[in-house]
Structures are given as structure tokens and as C-alpha cells.
């Protein structure tokens, strides 16, 4: 079965950038969503087909992927951007998620 | 605006069935796919499986044997069952909207994409031993 791999997690100062990874064979292929999710809510998209941005979501994220590797990029973190994110893509008829980053804001 | 509704027995024991419904408020209900994801506490997402309005479904390899997705579109509503649920199981459950599609380039090379843009609360289910 297809795996999606991200470091367990990240730290960056407010204002900074932040890059959250997410690796898998030929990943590049594929489409990738992240998903935001805080605790007590549920989980909350945050870039889809790989680059796209929904309406209601900043314009400091912002997605990449090329060959093995997909990310997440924040842009000028704010604390409230501290959240554990999820990586998704599409393989075999499954949606596969990475095992989660979280991001800390220190 | 879409609401996703869900509910379902909270707490059961070993080898019980569990069964959670969500109901979908709004929007087109036949335009989009209909998922579950579960959460185990302390841990990340793992998706359950997907069905259309058509009720063609798609489960996850490691949990087709027990899992059954099933879809009402007289009401807006679909299903998940699991069957002989173990402490294994306890998780917080989700419904979710899901857009599924395919892109074809110039080249004539095709890429899938499904993601899940609207999600229901959750319902946690606790299995005793």
C-alpha cells in the first residue's frame, strides 16, 4: 500500500516561514491536500491539488509537490496557525494521509 | 452553506457493530463523493472508506472486511457500519464531503485528485473490553 511520510514536527518563530514535507514514491504523480486540525475541531483543508486554495483559507499557505516530495508553506506564521497537519493524496481507488506534522509557533 | 450531521451509538463493547449515520444539509448531494474518517486518540486520520450517489464504493485495504458504506438519497444521508469491533476501534469518527476527479493534460496523461472539503463534528466511540 501506498505511504505518505511527514516529520513528526516543526518549530518556527511568529512571522517566519514555515515548511511542512511530505514524501512518497512519485508523489509528484499525484494530487496532495493538507488539512489543517486543531484540537477539540475537526480537520480543515487548507490547499488542494496541490497548489489550489480554498476561499476562506489565508493567502500565507500556500502548496507545492514535485517528484518525492510535497509542502506545505506558511507564510508569516501567527500563532494561531499552530495546528497538527495532515498530507492526503489519492492511490488505488484510497485516500492515503500522512501520519501528521505539528507545527508549534514558538 | 453545507452541515454535515452525525450521530450514533457512543459506546459499545467488543464484537458489537458500530453504526454512525450523517446527515448532509444543503448543497448538491449527488455532485460529490461521502467518506468516513476515523481518529484514534492521540494518533492521526485514517480514512475508512468513500461512496457516490450511485452507491459505488471505495474502502480502505486493511478494513474491507468489516466495513459497509451505505448511501440514502431520499434523505440526504449516508452510513457506516463496522462489524465486530474491538478496542482497536475506538476513535473519533467523521463524516466528511469529498470532491473526487481526474485531470488530463496535453499529453494525455491523467491524475486523479480527492479531497475533503466539508467535515461533520465527529462522534467519538468508545469499545469496552
Known amino acids: 500500500s501506498y505511504e505518505l511520510t511527514q516529520s513528526p514536527s516543526v518549530s518556527v518563530s511568529p512571522g517566519q516561514t514555515a515548511s511542512i514535507t511530505c514524501s512518497g514514491d512519485k508523489l509528484g504523480a499525484k494530487y496532495v491536500c493538507w488539512y489543517q486540525e486543531k484540537p477539540g475541531q475537526s480537520p480543515l483543508l487548507v490547499i488542494y491539488?496541490?497548489?489550489k486554495r480554498p476561499s476562506e483559507i489565508p493567502e500565507r499557505f500556500s502548496g507545492s509537490n514535485s517528484g518525492n516530495t510535497a509542502t506545505l508553506t506558511i507564510s508569516g506564521t501567527q500563532a494561531v496557525d499552530e495546528a497538527v497537519y495532515y498530507c492526503?493524496?489519492?492511490?488505488?481507488?484510497?485516500?492515503?494521509f500522512g501520519g501528521g506534522t505539528k507545527l508549534t509557533v514558538l | 452553506q453545507v452541515l454535515l450531521q452525525q450521530w450514533g451509538a457512543g459506546l459499545l463493547k467488543a464484537s458489537e457493530a458500530l453504526s454512525l449515520t450523517c446527515a448532509v444539509y444543503?448543497?448538491?448531494?449527488?455532485?460529490?463523493?461521502w467518506s468516513w474518517v476515523r481518529q484514534p486518540p492521540g494518533k492521526g486520520l485514517e480514512w475508512l472508506g468513500e461512496?457516490?450517489?450511485?452507491?459505488?464504493?471505495n474502502y480502505s485495504p486493511s478494513l474491507k472486511s468489516r466495513v459497509t458504506i451505505a448511501i440514502d438519497t431520499s434523505k440526504n444521508q449516508f452510513s457506516l457500519g463496522v462489524t465486530s469491533v474491538t478496542a482497536a476501534d475506538t476513535a473519533v469518527y467523521y463524516c466528511?464531503?469529498?470532491?473526487?476527479?481526474?485531470?488530463?493534460?496535453?499529453?494525455?496523461?491523467?491524475?486523479?485528485?480527492?479531497?475533503?472539503?466539508?467535515w461533520g463534528k465527529g462522534t467519538m466511540v468508545a469499545v469496552s473490553s
Open positions: 491539488q496541490d497548489t
Open positions: 466528511a464531503r469529498a470532491v473526487k476527479g481526474t485531470v488530463t493534460t496535453t499529453t494525455a496523461r491523467s491524475y486523479s485528485y480527492y479531497y475533503m472539503d466539508v
Open positions: 492526503q493524496a489519492w492511490d488505488a481507488s484510497t485516500a492515503v
Open positions: 444543503g448543497g448538491s448531494f449527488s455532485d460529490y463523493h
Open positions: 461512496i457516490n450517489h450511485s452507491g459505488g464504493t
